[in-house]
C-alpha cells in the first residue's frame, strides 16, 4: 500500500513538472509533448489544468496549455472539459476564472 502511494506521488510530481514545462513551451512543442502521453495521462493533465483555473493557481499557464491542447482532445473529453467550463463561468467565485473559462469556452465553440 504505501508503495501505492509513493507511486502515485511520483507520478503527481512528474505530471506537475510536465505541466510547468508546456506552460514555457511552444505551441508545436507542447502538442508533441502531449500527443506522446496516454489518454489516462493526458485526462489527468486536463484534470489538474482545470483544477488550476478553479484555484487559480497558475491560472495564466492554465489557461494557455487548455487552449492548445483543447483542439486534439477526444470528443468525450472535450465535452466533459467544456461542461466543466461552463460551471466554472457561473460559480466560480473569482472573476479571473470566470474570464479565464470564458476565452478557453469562446475557443472551443468557434
Given at each position: 500500500?504505501?508503495?501505492?502511494?509513493?507511486?502515485?506521488?511520483?507520478?503527481?510530481?512528474?505530471?506537475?513538472?510536465?505541466?510547468?514545462?508546456?506552460?514555457?513551451?511552444?505551441?508545436?512543442?507542447v502538442?508533441?509533448?502531449?500527443?506522446?502521453l496516454?489518454?489516462?495521462?493526458?485526462?489527468?493533465?486536463?484534470?489538474?489544468?482545470l483544477?488550476?483555473?478553479e484555484?487559480?493557481?497558475?491560472?495564466?499557464?492554465?489557461?494557455?496549455?487548455l487552449?492548445?491542447?483543447?483542439?486534439?482532445?477526444?470528443?468525450?473529453?472535450?465535452?466533459?472539459?467544456?461542461q466543466?467550463?461552463?460551471?466554472?463561468?457561473?460559480?466560480?467565485?473569482?472573476?479571473?476564472?470566470?474570464?479565464?473559462?470564458?476565452?478557453?469556452i469562446?475557443?472551443?465553440?468557434?
Amino acid at each position: 500500500m504505501e508503495n501505492v502511494i509513493r507511486q502515485r506521488a511520483i507520478v503527481d510530481l512528474e505530471e506537475d513538472r510536465l505541466i510547468e514545462e508546456m506552460g514555457k513551451s511552444k505551441k508545436r512543442d507542447v502538442l508533441v509533448i502531449f500527443r506522446v502521453l496516454d489518454i489516462e495521462q493526458q485526462n489527468r493533465i486536463v484534470l489538474k489544468l482545470l483544477k488550476g483555473l478553479e484555484t487559480t493557481t497558475k491560472l495564466d499557464v492554465c489557461e494557455h496549455i487548455l487552449l492548445m491542447v483543447i483542439s486534439h482532445l477526444n470528443i468525450s473529453l472535450r465535452d466533459s472539459v467544456l461542461q466543466r467550463l461552463e460551471s466554472l463561468r457561473y460559480t466560480s467565485k473569482y472573476d479571473t476564472t470566470r474570464r479565464a473559462a470564458l476565452r478557453i469556452i469562446f475557443e472551443i465553440t468557434k
